[in-house]
């Protein structure tokens, strides 16, 4: 679908010299979901014994040699798919040759020239409901390195290559971004489509995303690009808009106090708000790159990649079309409820044959507040999609007042029993037989004759408070309209 | 009476399923011999242990005739096979005791056809070299002296110069080898054994500590070519382990051994006699071979590989940049040796460890190797020689396709030279490599059989290169060139 | 091409091998003349040819995604200089 592109919202940063622009590209690590790496057997999981799910391939034991898992290939190119990027027939695996503690062979196995997959488009939904989109230029596959702990010994660090040779897709965008927002609301977008294709869980917290940021800025009106920074391993989507902002702001200070930014890598430290540089990293970096003589080129044919498009589901930027044809949702409703399929999916079930606005609000607002405050996904509902649908049907109607209605919900959150159940057994129907609201209305006038004489007298604002009593004597349930006819019918004749 | 250290491998195999003797008493033959010719330095690490135990298991399946095509055959494997349990050491000082938990997929094939582990040869550290001189386990020694000077030692060649000078000092029956450059061929050729490079991707590369894996191959080095077509067909196969491992079936190498030359065409590349010269004495060997085919039937066809000239070059950039980057993994943190000085960090552990680790030669092909993958030069150097590399495939195919069967080169540009008069020169020592690096640059199968005495009285073997996984032809070649030749010189210090 | 002592000694770090200063001299020299005589490719016209990364003719093999592998870390670490609780152990990095 082509979503309507709005003009970039505009972002500026006001140094002394005058406004400055930021300009962004995210290269960002998505762990693969498989389960087995990407060229050894050992397993992927999480939190075992150091060095357990380690191969002596992983190891890079002499005369080790990788064998590449096909389940990360069709992961990869399942992701290209759905970022509606070139997918290449043939790619060619390289050597990255550089010495860490972390990397065991000595490389890290990767694509440079030929990746997998090429250019791509991601469209950012905004807050605001606008749409911006974002070029992909590259998908590539690699090995995760190990992991070095360095709190655990005064003089030492421990090395653990659990984690080595699990397979990453590099997913590098163009320089497109223009604002911190925009970053935010790229990643948060890439993880919506990786977690709707399945290819990578998208938890940063845990690492299996990790985004590298380059940041440079230049003054409004200046159309080349000035030198970047890469600030490295960023593990939040707070923490890279952050780390925008500051990095942005170190670096419009150099320019304008006459200095020259050298690109280099840094690292964000969220305690202090600050990048520094990652010295390390710095020193003779010259990867020299060249084609993995342990491999050959990476090839498979069209219906290869046309068995892996027949399993796609639909991604977030058709669903929100979707949802804005078929339930005449807002863009803004839309993009919300499109974020992750499993509430998209329980939106739908809610909304079928029903009001889709009706729908969209009980969910967006009222649902996703009970989930939120309990702090589960929409799999752990309380509130099955059957049931709130049910909800919305008792109120269309009539059956419950939407304030009843309000209660109701409670009842579910906290029972989880169905609303039907719960206005039968509760006698929480609404009251809609004449003689109930009547009786009940000759009560109150009944008990407040002043107040009727005042109403009589020309003091029509008062039948508000009849309206109040009468509702609070048939417990909520009487049908507010037919109270305020009623009354008015009784006291002014 | 016969003496058992003297038979070829397919006489063994024949006394033992004859029970003429036993597996354990031909092992223990050749401990003996080991013992009594330790000043080879063949081997770094003999095994005599489980020589004896693995004898004994050949006996039992000998027994119950479930005997495999090597059952019981005593063998070298060159130090380059990671062996479960037993010391690697690649010739270095960088794997230190090095204990593989893990066997290669050769041996592995080895020791389930039955045969029998007799210890850990001696080779170039790493397989880089042409002398076996770069070992961090001293030189290795050949077994065979020139007449003009009897006390003089020769170098055996290299880098699989402790399998070459096993088997041709009868203390092996035969060995394993590996051939990046010319590491089988050229020893071979030198010690005046038989040995084969197969086609690239014939044997898996699995657990054999990498050198340039685009060249690595292994391969059998024996005393005839019968032995190394049984062996080929032990250690060869197909293994999903190794990317690069072909997936076609193995042959039955010595069926077609008989079969003569009658018909074929043999390629004589104009250009393998170079514009600087060739020995006079080494061509007249080369013309002598193919006199032998011709008269055993074969056409002799004049062919061109223009490219030839540049195949060193080409091979001294690609084999150094692989190696630097296969050797990046000896880096003190997870195996070998670890060098490390109070208050050192990481960075001065790598340099440390790497600096005293490694050896000249290896260095050098490191630092040759880094350089040519930097930035800046990766284009003028490795980018480059990988064209160039194409041409030299190119000219092969252009051959093969013009109808030649097979190619008939020297193997070597001279005999073996003395132990103290090796070239000190780097660019002087690769021309060892002249006539055996373009196949192993196209990844053709080549096979070294030696077929003169030299004047000196040393052995020069020529060189018989195929099409891709036509081992069988080579062999059939190659058999033809041994019979004809009747090569039963045996070495020098064997006599004393 | 000649390398000096500069270049080779920067070589030397990029591939973590510690040369001692009075070696950089004469392995400039060596490395000098290893590339020198390389230098005699410039003579091939190589227009329009594709490089050639490998000689076997086939496609990359891959293998299904089923773990076999792993489950011994002491296999692992049974070799290491250096290794405690199946940690291996290096000098403290400082990032
Ligand atoms: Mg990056
Ligand atoms: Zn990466």
Redesign the interface.
């Known amino acids: 679908m082509d979503a309507p592109m709005d003009d970039a919202p505009t972002y500026l940063l006001t140094g002394d010299t005058g406004d400055w622009e930021v300009v962004i590209g995210l290269e960002v690590h998505c762990q693969v979901i498989s389960h087995a790496k990407l060229f050894s057997g050992a397993s992927t999981t999480f939190g075992a014994a150091p060095n357990s799910q380690v191969s002596l391939v992983d190891a890079a034991m002499p005369g080790m040699l990788p064998v590449i898992n096909r389940a990360c290939v069709e992961q990869a190119v399942r992701t290209g798919l759905g970022l509606r990027a070139q997918i290449n027939n043939r790619s060619v695996f390289a050597r990255k040759n550089y010495f860490y503690a972390d990397l065991p062979q000595g490389y890290q196995i990767s694509q440079y020239e030929l990746p997998v997959v090429g250019e791509g488009t991601l469209i950012l939904d905004m807050p605001d409901g606008s749409s911006r989109s974002v070029g992909i230029e590259r998908l590539h596959l690699e090995q995760d390195a190990g992991k070095s702990l360095h709190d655990q010994h005064p003089t030492k660090s421990f090395i653990d290559l659990n984690r080595s040779g699990v397979a990453l897709m590099e997913i590098v965008s163009k320089p497109d971004m223009r604002s911190p927002e925009e970053a935010g609301a790229y990643l948060r977008k890439l993880r919506s489509i990786l977690r709707y294709l399945g290819t990578c869980d998208g938890n940063m917290e845990e690492g299996s995303m990790r985004a590298d940021v380059n940041v440079s800025v230049r003054p409004v009106g200046e159309t080349g690009l000035r030198t970047r920074c890469e600030v490295k391993n960023v593990n939040s989507v707070r923490f890279v808009m952050q780390a925008i902002e500051t990095e942005a702001q170190r670096h419009i200070e150099i320019w304008e106090s006459g200095g020259e930014v050298s690109q280099e890598t840094r690292l964000f430290d969220p305690a202090k708000g600050e990048t520094r540089s990652m010295r390390s990293k710095e020193e003779a970096h010259d990867y020299r790159y060249f084609p993995d003589p342990d491999l050959l080129p990476l090839e498979f044919d069209d219906a290869f990649v046309d068995a892996i498009r027949a399993t796609l589901p639909e991604l977030p930027d058709d669903k929100k079309a979707r949802f804005i044809a078929d339930f005449g949702l807002t863009p803004y409703d839309a993009s919300v409820l499109v974020v992750d399929w499993r509430e998209a999916d329980f939106f739908e079930r809610v909304a079928k044959g029903r009001d889709g606005k009706t729908a969209a609000n009980w969910v967006i607002s009222t649902l996703f507040g009970t989930l939120n405050k309990m702090g589960v996904g929409v799999e752990d509902s309380p509130v099955s999609a059957e049931n709130l649908g049910k909800l919305i049907d008792l109120i269309a109607d009539d059956t419950i007042s939407g304030r009843i209605a309000k209660d109701v919900y409670e009842i579910m959150v906290e029972t989880g029993e169905a609303p039907d159940t719960i206005v039968e057994e509760r006698g929480l129907k609404q009251v809609k037989d004449t003689g109930a609201i009547e009786a009940a209305i000759d009560a109150v006038m009944a008990a407040n004759p002043d107040k009727v004489a005042e109403v009589q007298g020309g003091k029509e604002k008062l039948l508000g408070w009849f309206t109040g009593q009468v509702m609070k004597a048939t417990q909520g349930k009487a049908n507010p309209g037919m109270v305020n006819e009623l009354l008015k019918k009784k006291i002014l004749g | 009476m016969i003496t058992l250290t003297d038979l070829t491998i397919a006489e063994a195999r024949k006394g033992l399923d004859a029970k003429t003797f036993t597996a354990a008493e031909l092992t223990d033959a050749h401990i003996a011999a080991m013992e009594a010719r330790a000043d080879l330095n063949a081997y770094v690490l003999p095994t005599p242990d489980r020589a004896r135990e693995m004898a004994a298991a050949s006996d039992a399946r000998i027994a119950k005739g479930k005997a495999g095509a090597m059952e019981g055959i005593p063998i070298a494997m060159k130090d380059l ?2 062996t479960d349990g037993t010391r ?1 050491t ?1 010739g270095s000082k960088i ?8 066997e ?1 997929t050769v041996s592995a094939n080895l020791w389930s056809a039955g045969a029998v582990l007799l210890g850990k040869a001696n080779l170039d550290e790493f397989a880089m070299g042409s002398t076996n001189q770069t070992s961090a386990f001293g030189d290795v020694v050949n077994p065979w002296t020139r007449t003009d000077e009897p006390t003089r030692k020769l170098v055996p060649g290299g880098s699989s110069g402790g399998s070459a000078a096993a088997v041709a000092g009868r203390i092996a029956l035969g060995a394993t080898g590996t051939d990046t450059g010319g590491s089988i061929r050229q020893p071979a050729s030198f010690c005046g054994i038989v040995g084969l490079k197969p086609t ?2 014939r044997c898996s ?6 050198f ?3 060249l690595d191959q292994a391969g059998p080095m024996a005393r005839t070519v019968e032995d190394v077509a049984i062996m080929l067909g032990a250690m060869a196969g197909h293994d ?5 491992s ?2 076609i079936a193995v042959p039955d190498f010595t069926a077609a051994l008989e079969q003569g030359v009658k018909g074929l065409k043999v390629g004589i590349p104009r250009e393998y006699r170079p514009e600087e010269g060739l020995s006079p004495e080494i061509d007249a060997i080369w013309t002598r071979g193919m006199e032998m085919l011709k008269d055993a039937g074969a056409e002799p066809v004049d062919i061109s590989l223009p ?1 030839t ?2 195949a060193l ?2 091979y ?2 690609i084999a150094p ?2 190696a ?2 296969n ?3 000896y ?8 060098v ?1 000085d109070e208050g ?9 460890t ?3 680790g ?1 050896g000249a030669e290896v ?2 092909r ?3 190797g ?2 040519a ?3 800046g030069y ?1 284009d003028a ?11 030299i ?1 190119r000219d092969f195919k252009a051959a093969f396709d013009q109808g030649v069967d097979v190619i008939l080169t020297p193997a070597t540009p001279s005999a073996a030279f003395p132990l103290d008069d090796a070239p000190s ?3 002087t020592m690769y021309l060892n490599d002249v006539f055996t690096v373009p196949t192993s ?3 053709l199968p080549g096979l070294s059989v030696p077929v003169a005495l030299t004047e000196a009285g040393l052995p020069q073997g020529l060189q018989l290169i195929g099409r ?1 996984f036509d081992e069988e032809t080579v062999l059939r070649a190659g058999r033809a060139l041994e019979k004809a030749a009747a090569f039963t010189a045996t070495p020098s210090l064997l006599e004393g | 091409m000649s390398l000096d002592k500069e270049t080779v000694r920067k070589i030397a770090v990029l591939a973590r091998v510690a040369v001692p200063d009075d070696q950089l001299d004469p392995l400039a020299g060596e490395l000098s003349g290893i590339l020198n005589w390389i230098e005699q490719l410039g003579e091939v016209d190589t227009s329009d040819v594709e490089p050639m990364a490998s000689v076997a003719d086939m496609t990359l093999p891959w293998r299904d995604d089923v773990v076999t592998d792993g489950g011994y870390p002491e296999r692992v670490t049974a070799n290491a200089p250096d290794s405690q609780d199946g940690f291996y152990l290096v000098p403290k990095v400082v990032e």
Not at chain 2, 331 to 338: A, E, I, P, Q, T
Not at chain 2, 344 to 352: E, T
């Open positions: 096979f990671c690697t690649a794997l230190g005791n090095f204990v593989p938990p893990y290669s690239y991707g590369r699995w657990g054999i500590v990498a340039a894996s685009s999903p382990k190794d990317s690069t072909a997936p490219h000239k540049y070059a080409t001294y950039i940049a692989e630097s980057s050797l990046a993994r880096d003190g943190v997870r195996y070998g040796l670890r490390l050192d960090g990481l960075n001065d552990m790598y340099m440390k790497r600096g005293a490694f260095k050098r490191i630092l040759i880094t350089y993958l930097s930035a990766y150097y490795y980018l480059k020689a990988q064209k160039v590399r194409s041409l495939a020169d780097p660019v640059l196209a990844g891709p």
